[in-house]
């Protein structure tokens, strides 16, 4: 019997890169052919229940954390992509989207980067940054989106960062010696290693760390929070310790214009995470208080954030955490960050449904807000977010205002402390929320700021509904 064609090739080859192996031994280990296997990892051929069986029991994970969700990511991004202006009199439906994704993924996928070129083509120009008629001004190219794909394609786990991380964290627990500090043994190790000395200084505004090569010094600014600030050194310590890693990495990715400087700050911030809060440590402190973010942020003495990502980065072959999504999001709606293993789909280009508790969470600043969220086809979702602020750390200090989601399907919220005293079964506790009003088939949502793609505006004389887009119609 087959399965209803679950896409694991790429979550195979990941598994198989992350523990060193060879097609041929584990097409070996498998009973199948190496040709065959190649395919797999392709997503060129079915897979049987029995070899997902044999998958899952091999990598020592369950097998429904084999099953991609590669697919299904394709189709938000194509809905929403479709559902701009530029393709309003297209006539594409929905199920055409589905088609394309389902058909032919690699083309789907070709059109979502030739959209991110001609988006941020057509931003520049609005801006006056170029001129789209005489070809001045080069190539434009949507890095953070370059970012967050290449992040998401490898489920947010890179086990040679975390090795690295490993053996730089035993160093520098050797070096605190008696003192048991782990600052004590940075310092250490940053001065016996890199010849450099740690201190703390008023820096100009904006400037959140210093690296001076020439007096061998890293300075961190004194307005900063403890905890920020040694993030900010473990950050600088991972650009130095682990640069082989790091550039080995982006060069297996597919970057261009600005991305490649992203990805490796992005690298550096994992190699930091994995440093300050070692990958079975962490997941063992997840599982003992089941996912208190508060406790386990006192517990590393590291910023909530900081812990949220760290969470979602627990994806090690036979002792992963809870499959997780992760988006954070400014004031005015603005997502800077985002990743989802939990299948819940967070919008590429706009804001996020504005129902999503990740914006209500600004309203209680500080307070973790805690939603069962529902999406137009009936998954649920087990959803906390909270409004942070950064900044401010000196008198008139400008003052950054974001929210942090981070959530899993609801079939994993007993596993988190913020699930206790709610009846997760009970559906009437469900928030309907979406991913973009262009593309969310809800008609009865007051809080609606723009039609569907595939719907035009009518006007009843009659009766005023509470919102002109709840009386649009399909084309």
């Not at 040709?35 to 051929?45: A, G, M, Q």
């Not at 290693?193 to 740690?198: I, R, S």
Request: some cysteine.
């Amino acid at each position: 019997m087959l399965a209803s064609e679950p896409r694991v090739g790429s979550r195979v080859q990941r598994l198989r890169r992350g523990k060193r192996i060879s097609q041929a031994d584990l097409a070996v280990a498998l009973g199948i052919s190496a040709s065959y296997l190649n395919l797999i990892e392709h997503n060129r051929r079915r897979i049987t229940v029995p070899l997902l069986m044999k998958l899952a029991g091999y990598f020592g994970i369950e097998p429904g954390e084999l099953v991609e969700n590669d697919e299904s990511r394709l189709v938000g991004d194509l809905m929403e992509l479709f559902g701009d202006e530029l393709f309003a009199e297209s006539g594409l439906t929905s199920q055409d989207v589905r088609d394309l994704a389902a058909s032919n993924p690699s083309a789907g996928r070709a059109v979502v980067r030739l959209f991110d070129q001609y988006r941020a083509l057509r931003d520049a120009r609005q801006r006056g940054e170029v001129d789209l008629g005489g070809g001045e001004g080069g190539e434009f190219h949507p890095a953070t989106d370059a970012v967050s794909d290449f992040i998401q394609e490898n489920a947010n786990y890179f086990p040679t960062l975390e090795e690295a991380a490993e053996r730089v964290r035993r160093d520098i627990d050797a070096a605190a010696d008696s003192y048991d500090s782990f600052e004590y043994g940075l310092r250490t190790y940053l001065f016996n290693v890199f010849g450099l000395q740690w201190r703390t200084a008023a820096l100009p505004a904006g400037v959140a760390r210093r690296y001076d090569a020439e007096r061998r010094e890293l300075i961190t600014a004194d307005t900063q929070a403890p905890e920020t600030a040694t993030f900010a050194v473990a950050h600088q310590l991972g650009l130095m310790a682990a640069a082989s890693q790091i550039d080995a990495l982006i060069a297996s990715g597919s970057f261009s214009a600005d991305a490649p400087v992203l990805m490796r700050n992005a690298l550096a911030s994992y190699f930091a995470a994995a440093l300050l809060m070692p990958y079975e440590p962490f997941l063992k402190a997840c599982r003992e208080t089941r996912y208190d973010i508060e406790r386990i942020e006192r517990r590393f003495r590291v910023s909530f954030e900081q812990v949220c990502h760290r969470m979602t980065t627990l994806q090690k072959p036979g002792a992963s955490g809870i499959p997780l999504h992760l988006v954070r999001t400014d004031i005015a709606g603005n997502i800077s960050k985002r990743f989802s293993l939990s299948g819940i789909r967070i919008s590429r280009h706009s804001g996020a449904c504005p129902r999503w508790n990740v914006y209500s969470a600004f309203l209680s600043p500080e307070r973790i807000n805690v939603q069962i969220s529902q999406m137009p086809e009936g998954q649920r979702y087990f959803c906390i977010a909270r409004s942070i602020t950064k900044g401010g750390h000196r008198h008139h200090a400008p003052r950054r205002h974001l929210s942090i989601g981070l959530g899993c399907h609801i079939a994993h919220a007993p596993a988190m402390v913020y699930s206790d005293g709610m009846n997760l079964s009970d559906i009437a506790q469900a928030v309907p929320i979406g991913v973009g009003c262009r593309i969310c088939p809800r008609m009865d949502c007051e809080q609606r700021a723009h039609p569907p793609s595939d719907y035009r505006f009518t006007l009843d004389v009659t009766d005023m509904a509470e919102s002109i887009y709840a009386q649009a119609r399909p084309v």
